[in-house]
């Protein structure tokens, strides 16, 4: 990927960097980062010298058919592991999993605290299971990442992405040894991710907003949905009022 792909992103985006010596060059360390495009995952391992290892929904890697194929073979390429969101907990057992796993290996983990990506570009409140409980088990440092501008090179409906310098700023690791042991306590869980997520928000310069984006996002589009079924209601009636009209000066005649 840093091949095929990684020089051509840097010729044709320049993306900039701030913090690379925050990363460290061995061991194990975990890559909290903001969420705001499909891109993010290409343009922070791009610009790193050491493998970067995501997690993705396993229906990438599963579907039938060449496009399945073509669709698998590059999420490999660029790092993906692919995660069985089945069972009782779903994803977030098998992305508690597959960090470990990573971890142990003393390479880098790359993960998204929102879960998500952020609908309208704010930085919404993370989720204390994968972020935390991987740290805990494995003592890893976190590294808190924020994506600049990557929401802007191809918003959503765009097909040709827009050709502009997004930017990525990297932070001090941040050490929780001091919770070690205490995986299983909610609010040891919760004060972890808010931490992290507060050295997002600084490096980011996002508005932060309390509450979950997939929360968010459900909230977006009922209102959509809402706005689509008070138009369609708003035409109709607008339609009977000008048949009632026409057949009144029908009458009239």
Do not use: C
Not at 125 to 130: L, M, S, T, Y
């Amino acid at each position: 990927m840093k091949v095929a792909i990684g020089g051509p992103l840097k010729v044709a985006f320049r993306p900039w960097v701030e913090g690379l010596e925050n990363i460290p060059a061995t061991g194990p360390a975990i890559l909290a980062s903001n969420h705001l495009s499909f891109s993010d995952s290409f343009f922070l391992p791009v610009m790193l010298d050491r493998k970067v290892t995501f997690i993705a929904k396993a229906e990438y890697f599963t579907t039938p058919g060449v496009k399945g194929r073509l669709t698998a073979a590059f999420f490999k390429g660029v790092g993906q592991l692919p995660v069985d969101r089945s069972g009782a907990r779903g994803a977030g057992e098998a992305a508690i999993r597959s960090g470990i796993e990573v971890l142990e290996r003393g390479e880098l983990f790359g993960i998204y605290p929102e879960g998500t990506r952020s609908p309208d570009g704010r930085l919404y409140r993370g989720k204390p299971g994968g972020l935390a409980r991987v740290a805990l088990a494995t003592g890893a440092p976190v590294i808190p990442v924020a994506m600049i501008d990557t929401e802007k090179i191809q918003p959503p409906g765009q097909v040709v992405p827009k050709l502009m310098r997004p930017g990525i700023r990297i932070g001090k690791p941040m050490d929780f040894s001091r919770y070690q042991g205490m995986e299983h306590d909610r609010f040891v869980l919760r004060a972890l991710t808010d931490e992290v997520m507060y050295e997002i928000m600084k490096l980011s310069g996002q508005e932060y907003v309390d509450v979950y984006a997939t929360a968010a996002k459900r909230q977006i589009a009922e209102a959509a949905k809402a706005a689509r079924e008070a138009e369609k209601a708003e035409k109709a009636a607008r339609a009977a009022k000008e048949a009632e009209q026409a057949g009144e000066e029908q009458a009239g005649s």
